[in-house]
């Protein structure tokens, strides 16, 4: 070999190392032979892949440029050492993955469950899991990424660039694809969901804007608004019944819920006057949308879309997405939903609601059983007939079809996104994906954990389906603008990793049962004789013990003195706890709102004694309590001699009207421990 060339191969050798230590999207679908890198012509993304690996090698070596296109992967032989090098670095590579392999039986996390296809850490995008979505739009078989951002863009990429950037009139909420004619070629439409209205694309043209329907307005609303304009009411009087209104459960208009948040009175006249002589319209917003099939389930079948609006209802449009034909009441506005069936024949949607709730509806009408959740919803996905719930406690939950729970999964930080994996091969698996708050992406088959992987940040959208030409890609986007895409292989299994199917390893432990004694024989011999006896007996005396404690309970909650308060009048729960050792206490008060309506500034009151404990806030008002949400809020206390013992802290959560509480708890401090003195 000539020094020249010795020299060149040494730089390409280095290239070669440092970028393998780089990078590991060359472990799927390559082979070598003979020196030669061969890939699979279907899968674009490998081979842009291969070329960018190949076009780093030569950045790092200084080589010229001489590759044009990324799909060329012929083009990678038009040196002979970059092609000896690189054909060695990919020998290598699976050679070490083929010993990764047949050592597949002792560990299965050591081989990597996905193929990094691409990764984009400037992609700049801001978006959330119901704004993307792949489809063919074209209809040439090359799914495309759509990403709705929050930047009012909706943004196409094809492979890895970025095929079209078109501008929305407002904030997007959801995207959708779906397949509105019978007559091929079926290409899809894409809809997005923004505001009242939902936009139609078809071959990324807009075609068609659908407005949804106003809701009826409130007759005693509509008066206060005419007496208003015609300056029969004092605005202030109108503000005032406006908010009694609201107060006694009445959904009103987004106009008089800005009227109300004015504060100068000067600027209520002028809003007022600024709507004169215009009717007073209840207009509703989008808050979720999905597509439901028609007839059969199938990729290119006729769908139609379904959408939840802000004033409790769900809306299931006509193929072509100009009409509705099925408007469901559901009295609470959804956040969520998961649909299984086909419209024409049978279906079921599952709506988590703010409320804290989840709704059934069945064929058109929603069903009688509502399934209280632990805390408010903030994902939902459908696993075959049944549904996983992800809530704010940080769990999930399983539901079957008829409601009950079936297992929650506890993870250990905040759930930011959910997604169904399917993938269609021999075994057919389906899993849940699980993003989580401290940048963890997690893949649970059934309850058991099956992958884990983490990103430097912490992810805002997840999608799984096909996109290019491969059938399963994992689409993550995160919260500082990335974007990272990778495959699944075809052999992947994803129950390989999923616990173990069978009974626990100490089931097979046999216990050890001590010998039978006399005495053992003759209390059996008892109880066979009088059996009936004792069972009435035990029933008797836990009639009484449940009865003791049922009163004893609401005694405690009715006279406030214990560390939990309930009342039924203003429908206020109160809960105190104390951490610490001593002298410094910290003492949680977590009050939450069992009603329907909001409560405004509830004031808080603390009674304690003074000469043993100096409270940080001896009084403050509670600005709002929202229905179902549990609001905590910690108290310092300092104890002033330990000498003296402890006492008892009493809250009390008084009205503007009344001088009575409204509720009362008390909470026994314990012994402080004296402080130390360093």
Same mark, same amino acid.
Request: hydrophobic fraction near 40%.
């Given at each position: ?157 094809? &492979?890895?660039?970025? #095929?079209?950037?078109?501008? %929305?009139? /407002?904030?997007? !909420?959801?995207?959708? =694809?779906?397949?509105?004619? $019978? ?52 605005? &202030?009087?109108?503000? #005032?019944?406006?908010?009694? %209104?609201? /107060?006694?459960? !009445?959904?009103?208009? =987004?106009?008089?819920?800005? $009227? ?419």
């Amino acid at each position: 070999m000539k020094k020249g060339e010795r020299a060149l191969d040494e730089r390409i050798s280095h290239a070669v190392f440092t970028q393998r230590q780089e990078s590991h999207s060359l472990k799927g679908n390559l082979s070598t032979a003979g020196g030669h890198v061969m890939t699979d012509p279907n899968s674009d993304l490998q081979a842009r892949g291969l070329w960018e690996h190949t076009e780093s090698i030569r950045r790092m070596a200084g080589l010229p440029e001489e590759l044009n296109s990324p799909t060329d992967i012929s083009k990678l032989q038009y040196n002979e050492s970059i092609k000896r090098i690189v054909g060695s670095s990919l020998i290598a590579t699976t050679t070490s993955s083929s010993m990764i392999d047949r050592g597949s039986s002792v560990n299965t996390r050591s081989k990597p469950l996905w193929l990094d296809a691409w990764n984009d850490p400037v992609a700049g995008i801001s978006a959330y899991t119901s704004c993307i979505c792949t489809c063919d739009l074209l209809g040439d078989g090359d799914f495309r990424l759509v990403v709705a951002d929050q930047d009012r863009k909706l943004k196409v990429w094809k &492979g890895t660039q970025k #095929a079209a950037d078109h501008a %929305l009139l /407002d904030a997007p !909420v959801a995207i959708a =694809s779906f397949v509105s004619e $019978l007559t091929a070629p079926r290409l899809p439409s894409l809809a997005v969901a923004s505001g009242a209205h939902i936009y139609i694309y078809r071959n990324l043209r807009p075609y068609y804007k659908f407005t949804l329907p106003p809701e009826d307005v409130n007759t005693e609303e509509q008066d206060l608004w005419h007496k208003a304009m015609a300056r029969e009411m004092v605005v &202030g009087d109108v503000v #005032a019944e406006l908010t009694n %209104l609201q /107060d006694t459960g !009445v959904l009103l208009t =987004s106009r008089s819920l800005q $009227l109300m948040n004015i504060g100068d009175a000067d600027k209520k006249v002028e809003y007022i006057e600024h709507w004169q002589g215009q009717p007073l319209v209840a207009t509703t917003f989008i808050t979720c949308m999905d597509t439901i099939k028609m007839v059969v389930d199938e990729p290119d079948a006729v769908s139609c879309l379904v959408v939840g609006t802000e004033s409790g209802r769900i809306l299931v449009m006509n193929p072509q997405g100009t009409g509705v034909v099925k408007n469901i009441w559901l009295g609470v506005t959804p956040a969520f939903m998961a649909i299984h069936g086909e419209y024409e024949v049978a279906y079921k949607i599952s709506v988590a609601a703010r409320d804290g709730k989840m709704y059934i509806i069945r064929n058109g009408d929603v069903s009688q059983s509502i399934i209280q959740l632990e805390s408010p919803a903030v994902g939902l996905s459908r696993m075959n007939l049944d549904v996983m719930v992800g809530c704010m406690n940080n769990t999930v939950h399983c539901y079957r079809p008829e409601g009950p729970k079936s297992y929650s999964i506890y993870l250990p930080d905040r759930i930011i996104s959910m997604q169904r994996l399917e993938v269609k091969n021999a075994r057919m698996s389906k899993c849940l994906l699980v993003a989580l708050g401290n940048g963890e992406v997690r893949i649970y088959f059934g309850k058991h954990l099956s992958w884990t992987h983490s990103v430097p940040s912490p992810v805002t959208g997840l999608w799984f389906g096909r996109y290019g030409r491969e059938d399963n890609t994992l689409i993550i986007v995160t919260k500082n603008g990335a974007l990272e895409i990778k495959i699944l292989p075809r052999t992947a299994n994803l129950e390989s990793s999923g616990g173990p199917a069978g009974p626990p390893p100490e089931q097979e432990i046999p216990l050890q049962i001590p010998k039978k004694t006399r005495l053992y024989v003759e209390q059996t011999q008892r109880e066979r004789e009088q059996a009936a006896d004792m069972h009435r007996t035990f029933q008797r005396d836990l009639a009484k013990l449940r009865l003791t404690t049922a009163r004893s309970y609401v005694k405690v909650l009715t006279d406030g003195q214990g560390a939990a308060a309930f009342t039924s009048s203003a429908n206020l729960s109160l809960q105190l706890a104390v951490q610490g050792l001593g002298p410094r206490f910290k003492l949680i008060m977590t009050v939450r709102n069992d009603g329907a309506s909001h409560v405004r500034d509830v004031p808080v009151l603390l009674l304690y004694n003074e000469g043993l404990y100096n409270v940080a806030r001896r009084q403050f008002t509670v600005p709002v309590l929202v229905p179902t949400i549990s609001y905590s809020m910690e108290i310092g206390v300092d104890c002033l001699n330990p000498d003296l013992g402890s006492d008892t802290i009493s809250v009390l959560l008084m009205s503007k009207h009344s001088s009575l509480p409204i509720l009362q708890a008390q909470l026994k401090m314990p012994l402080s421990e004296p402080e130390e003195a360093f």
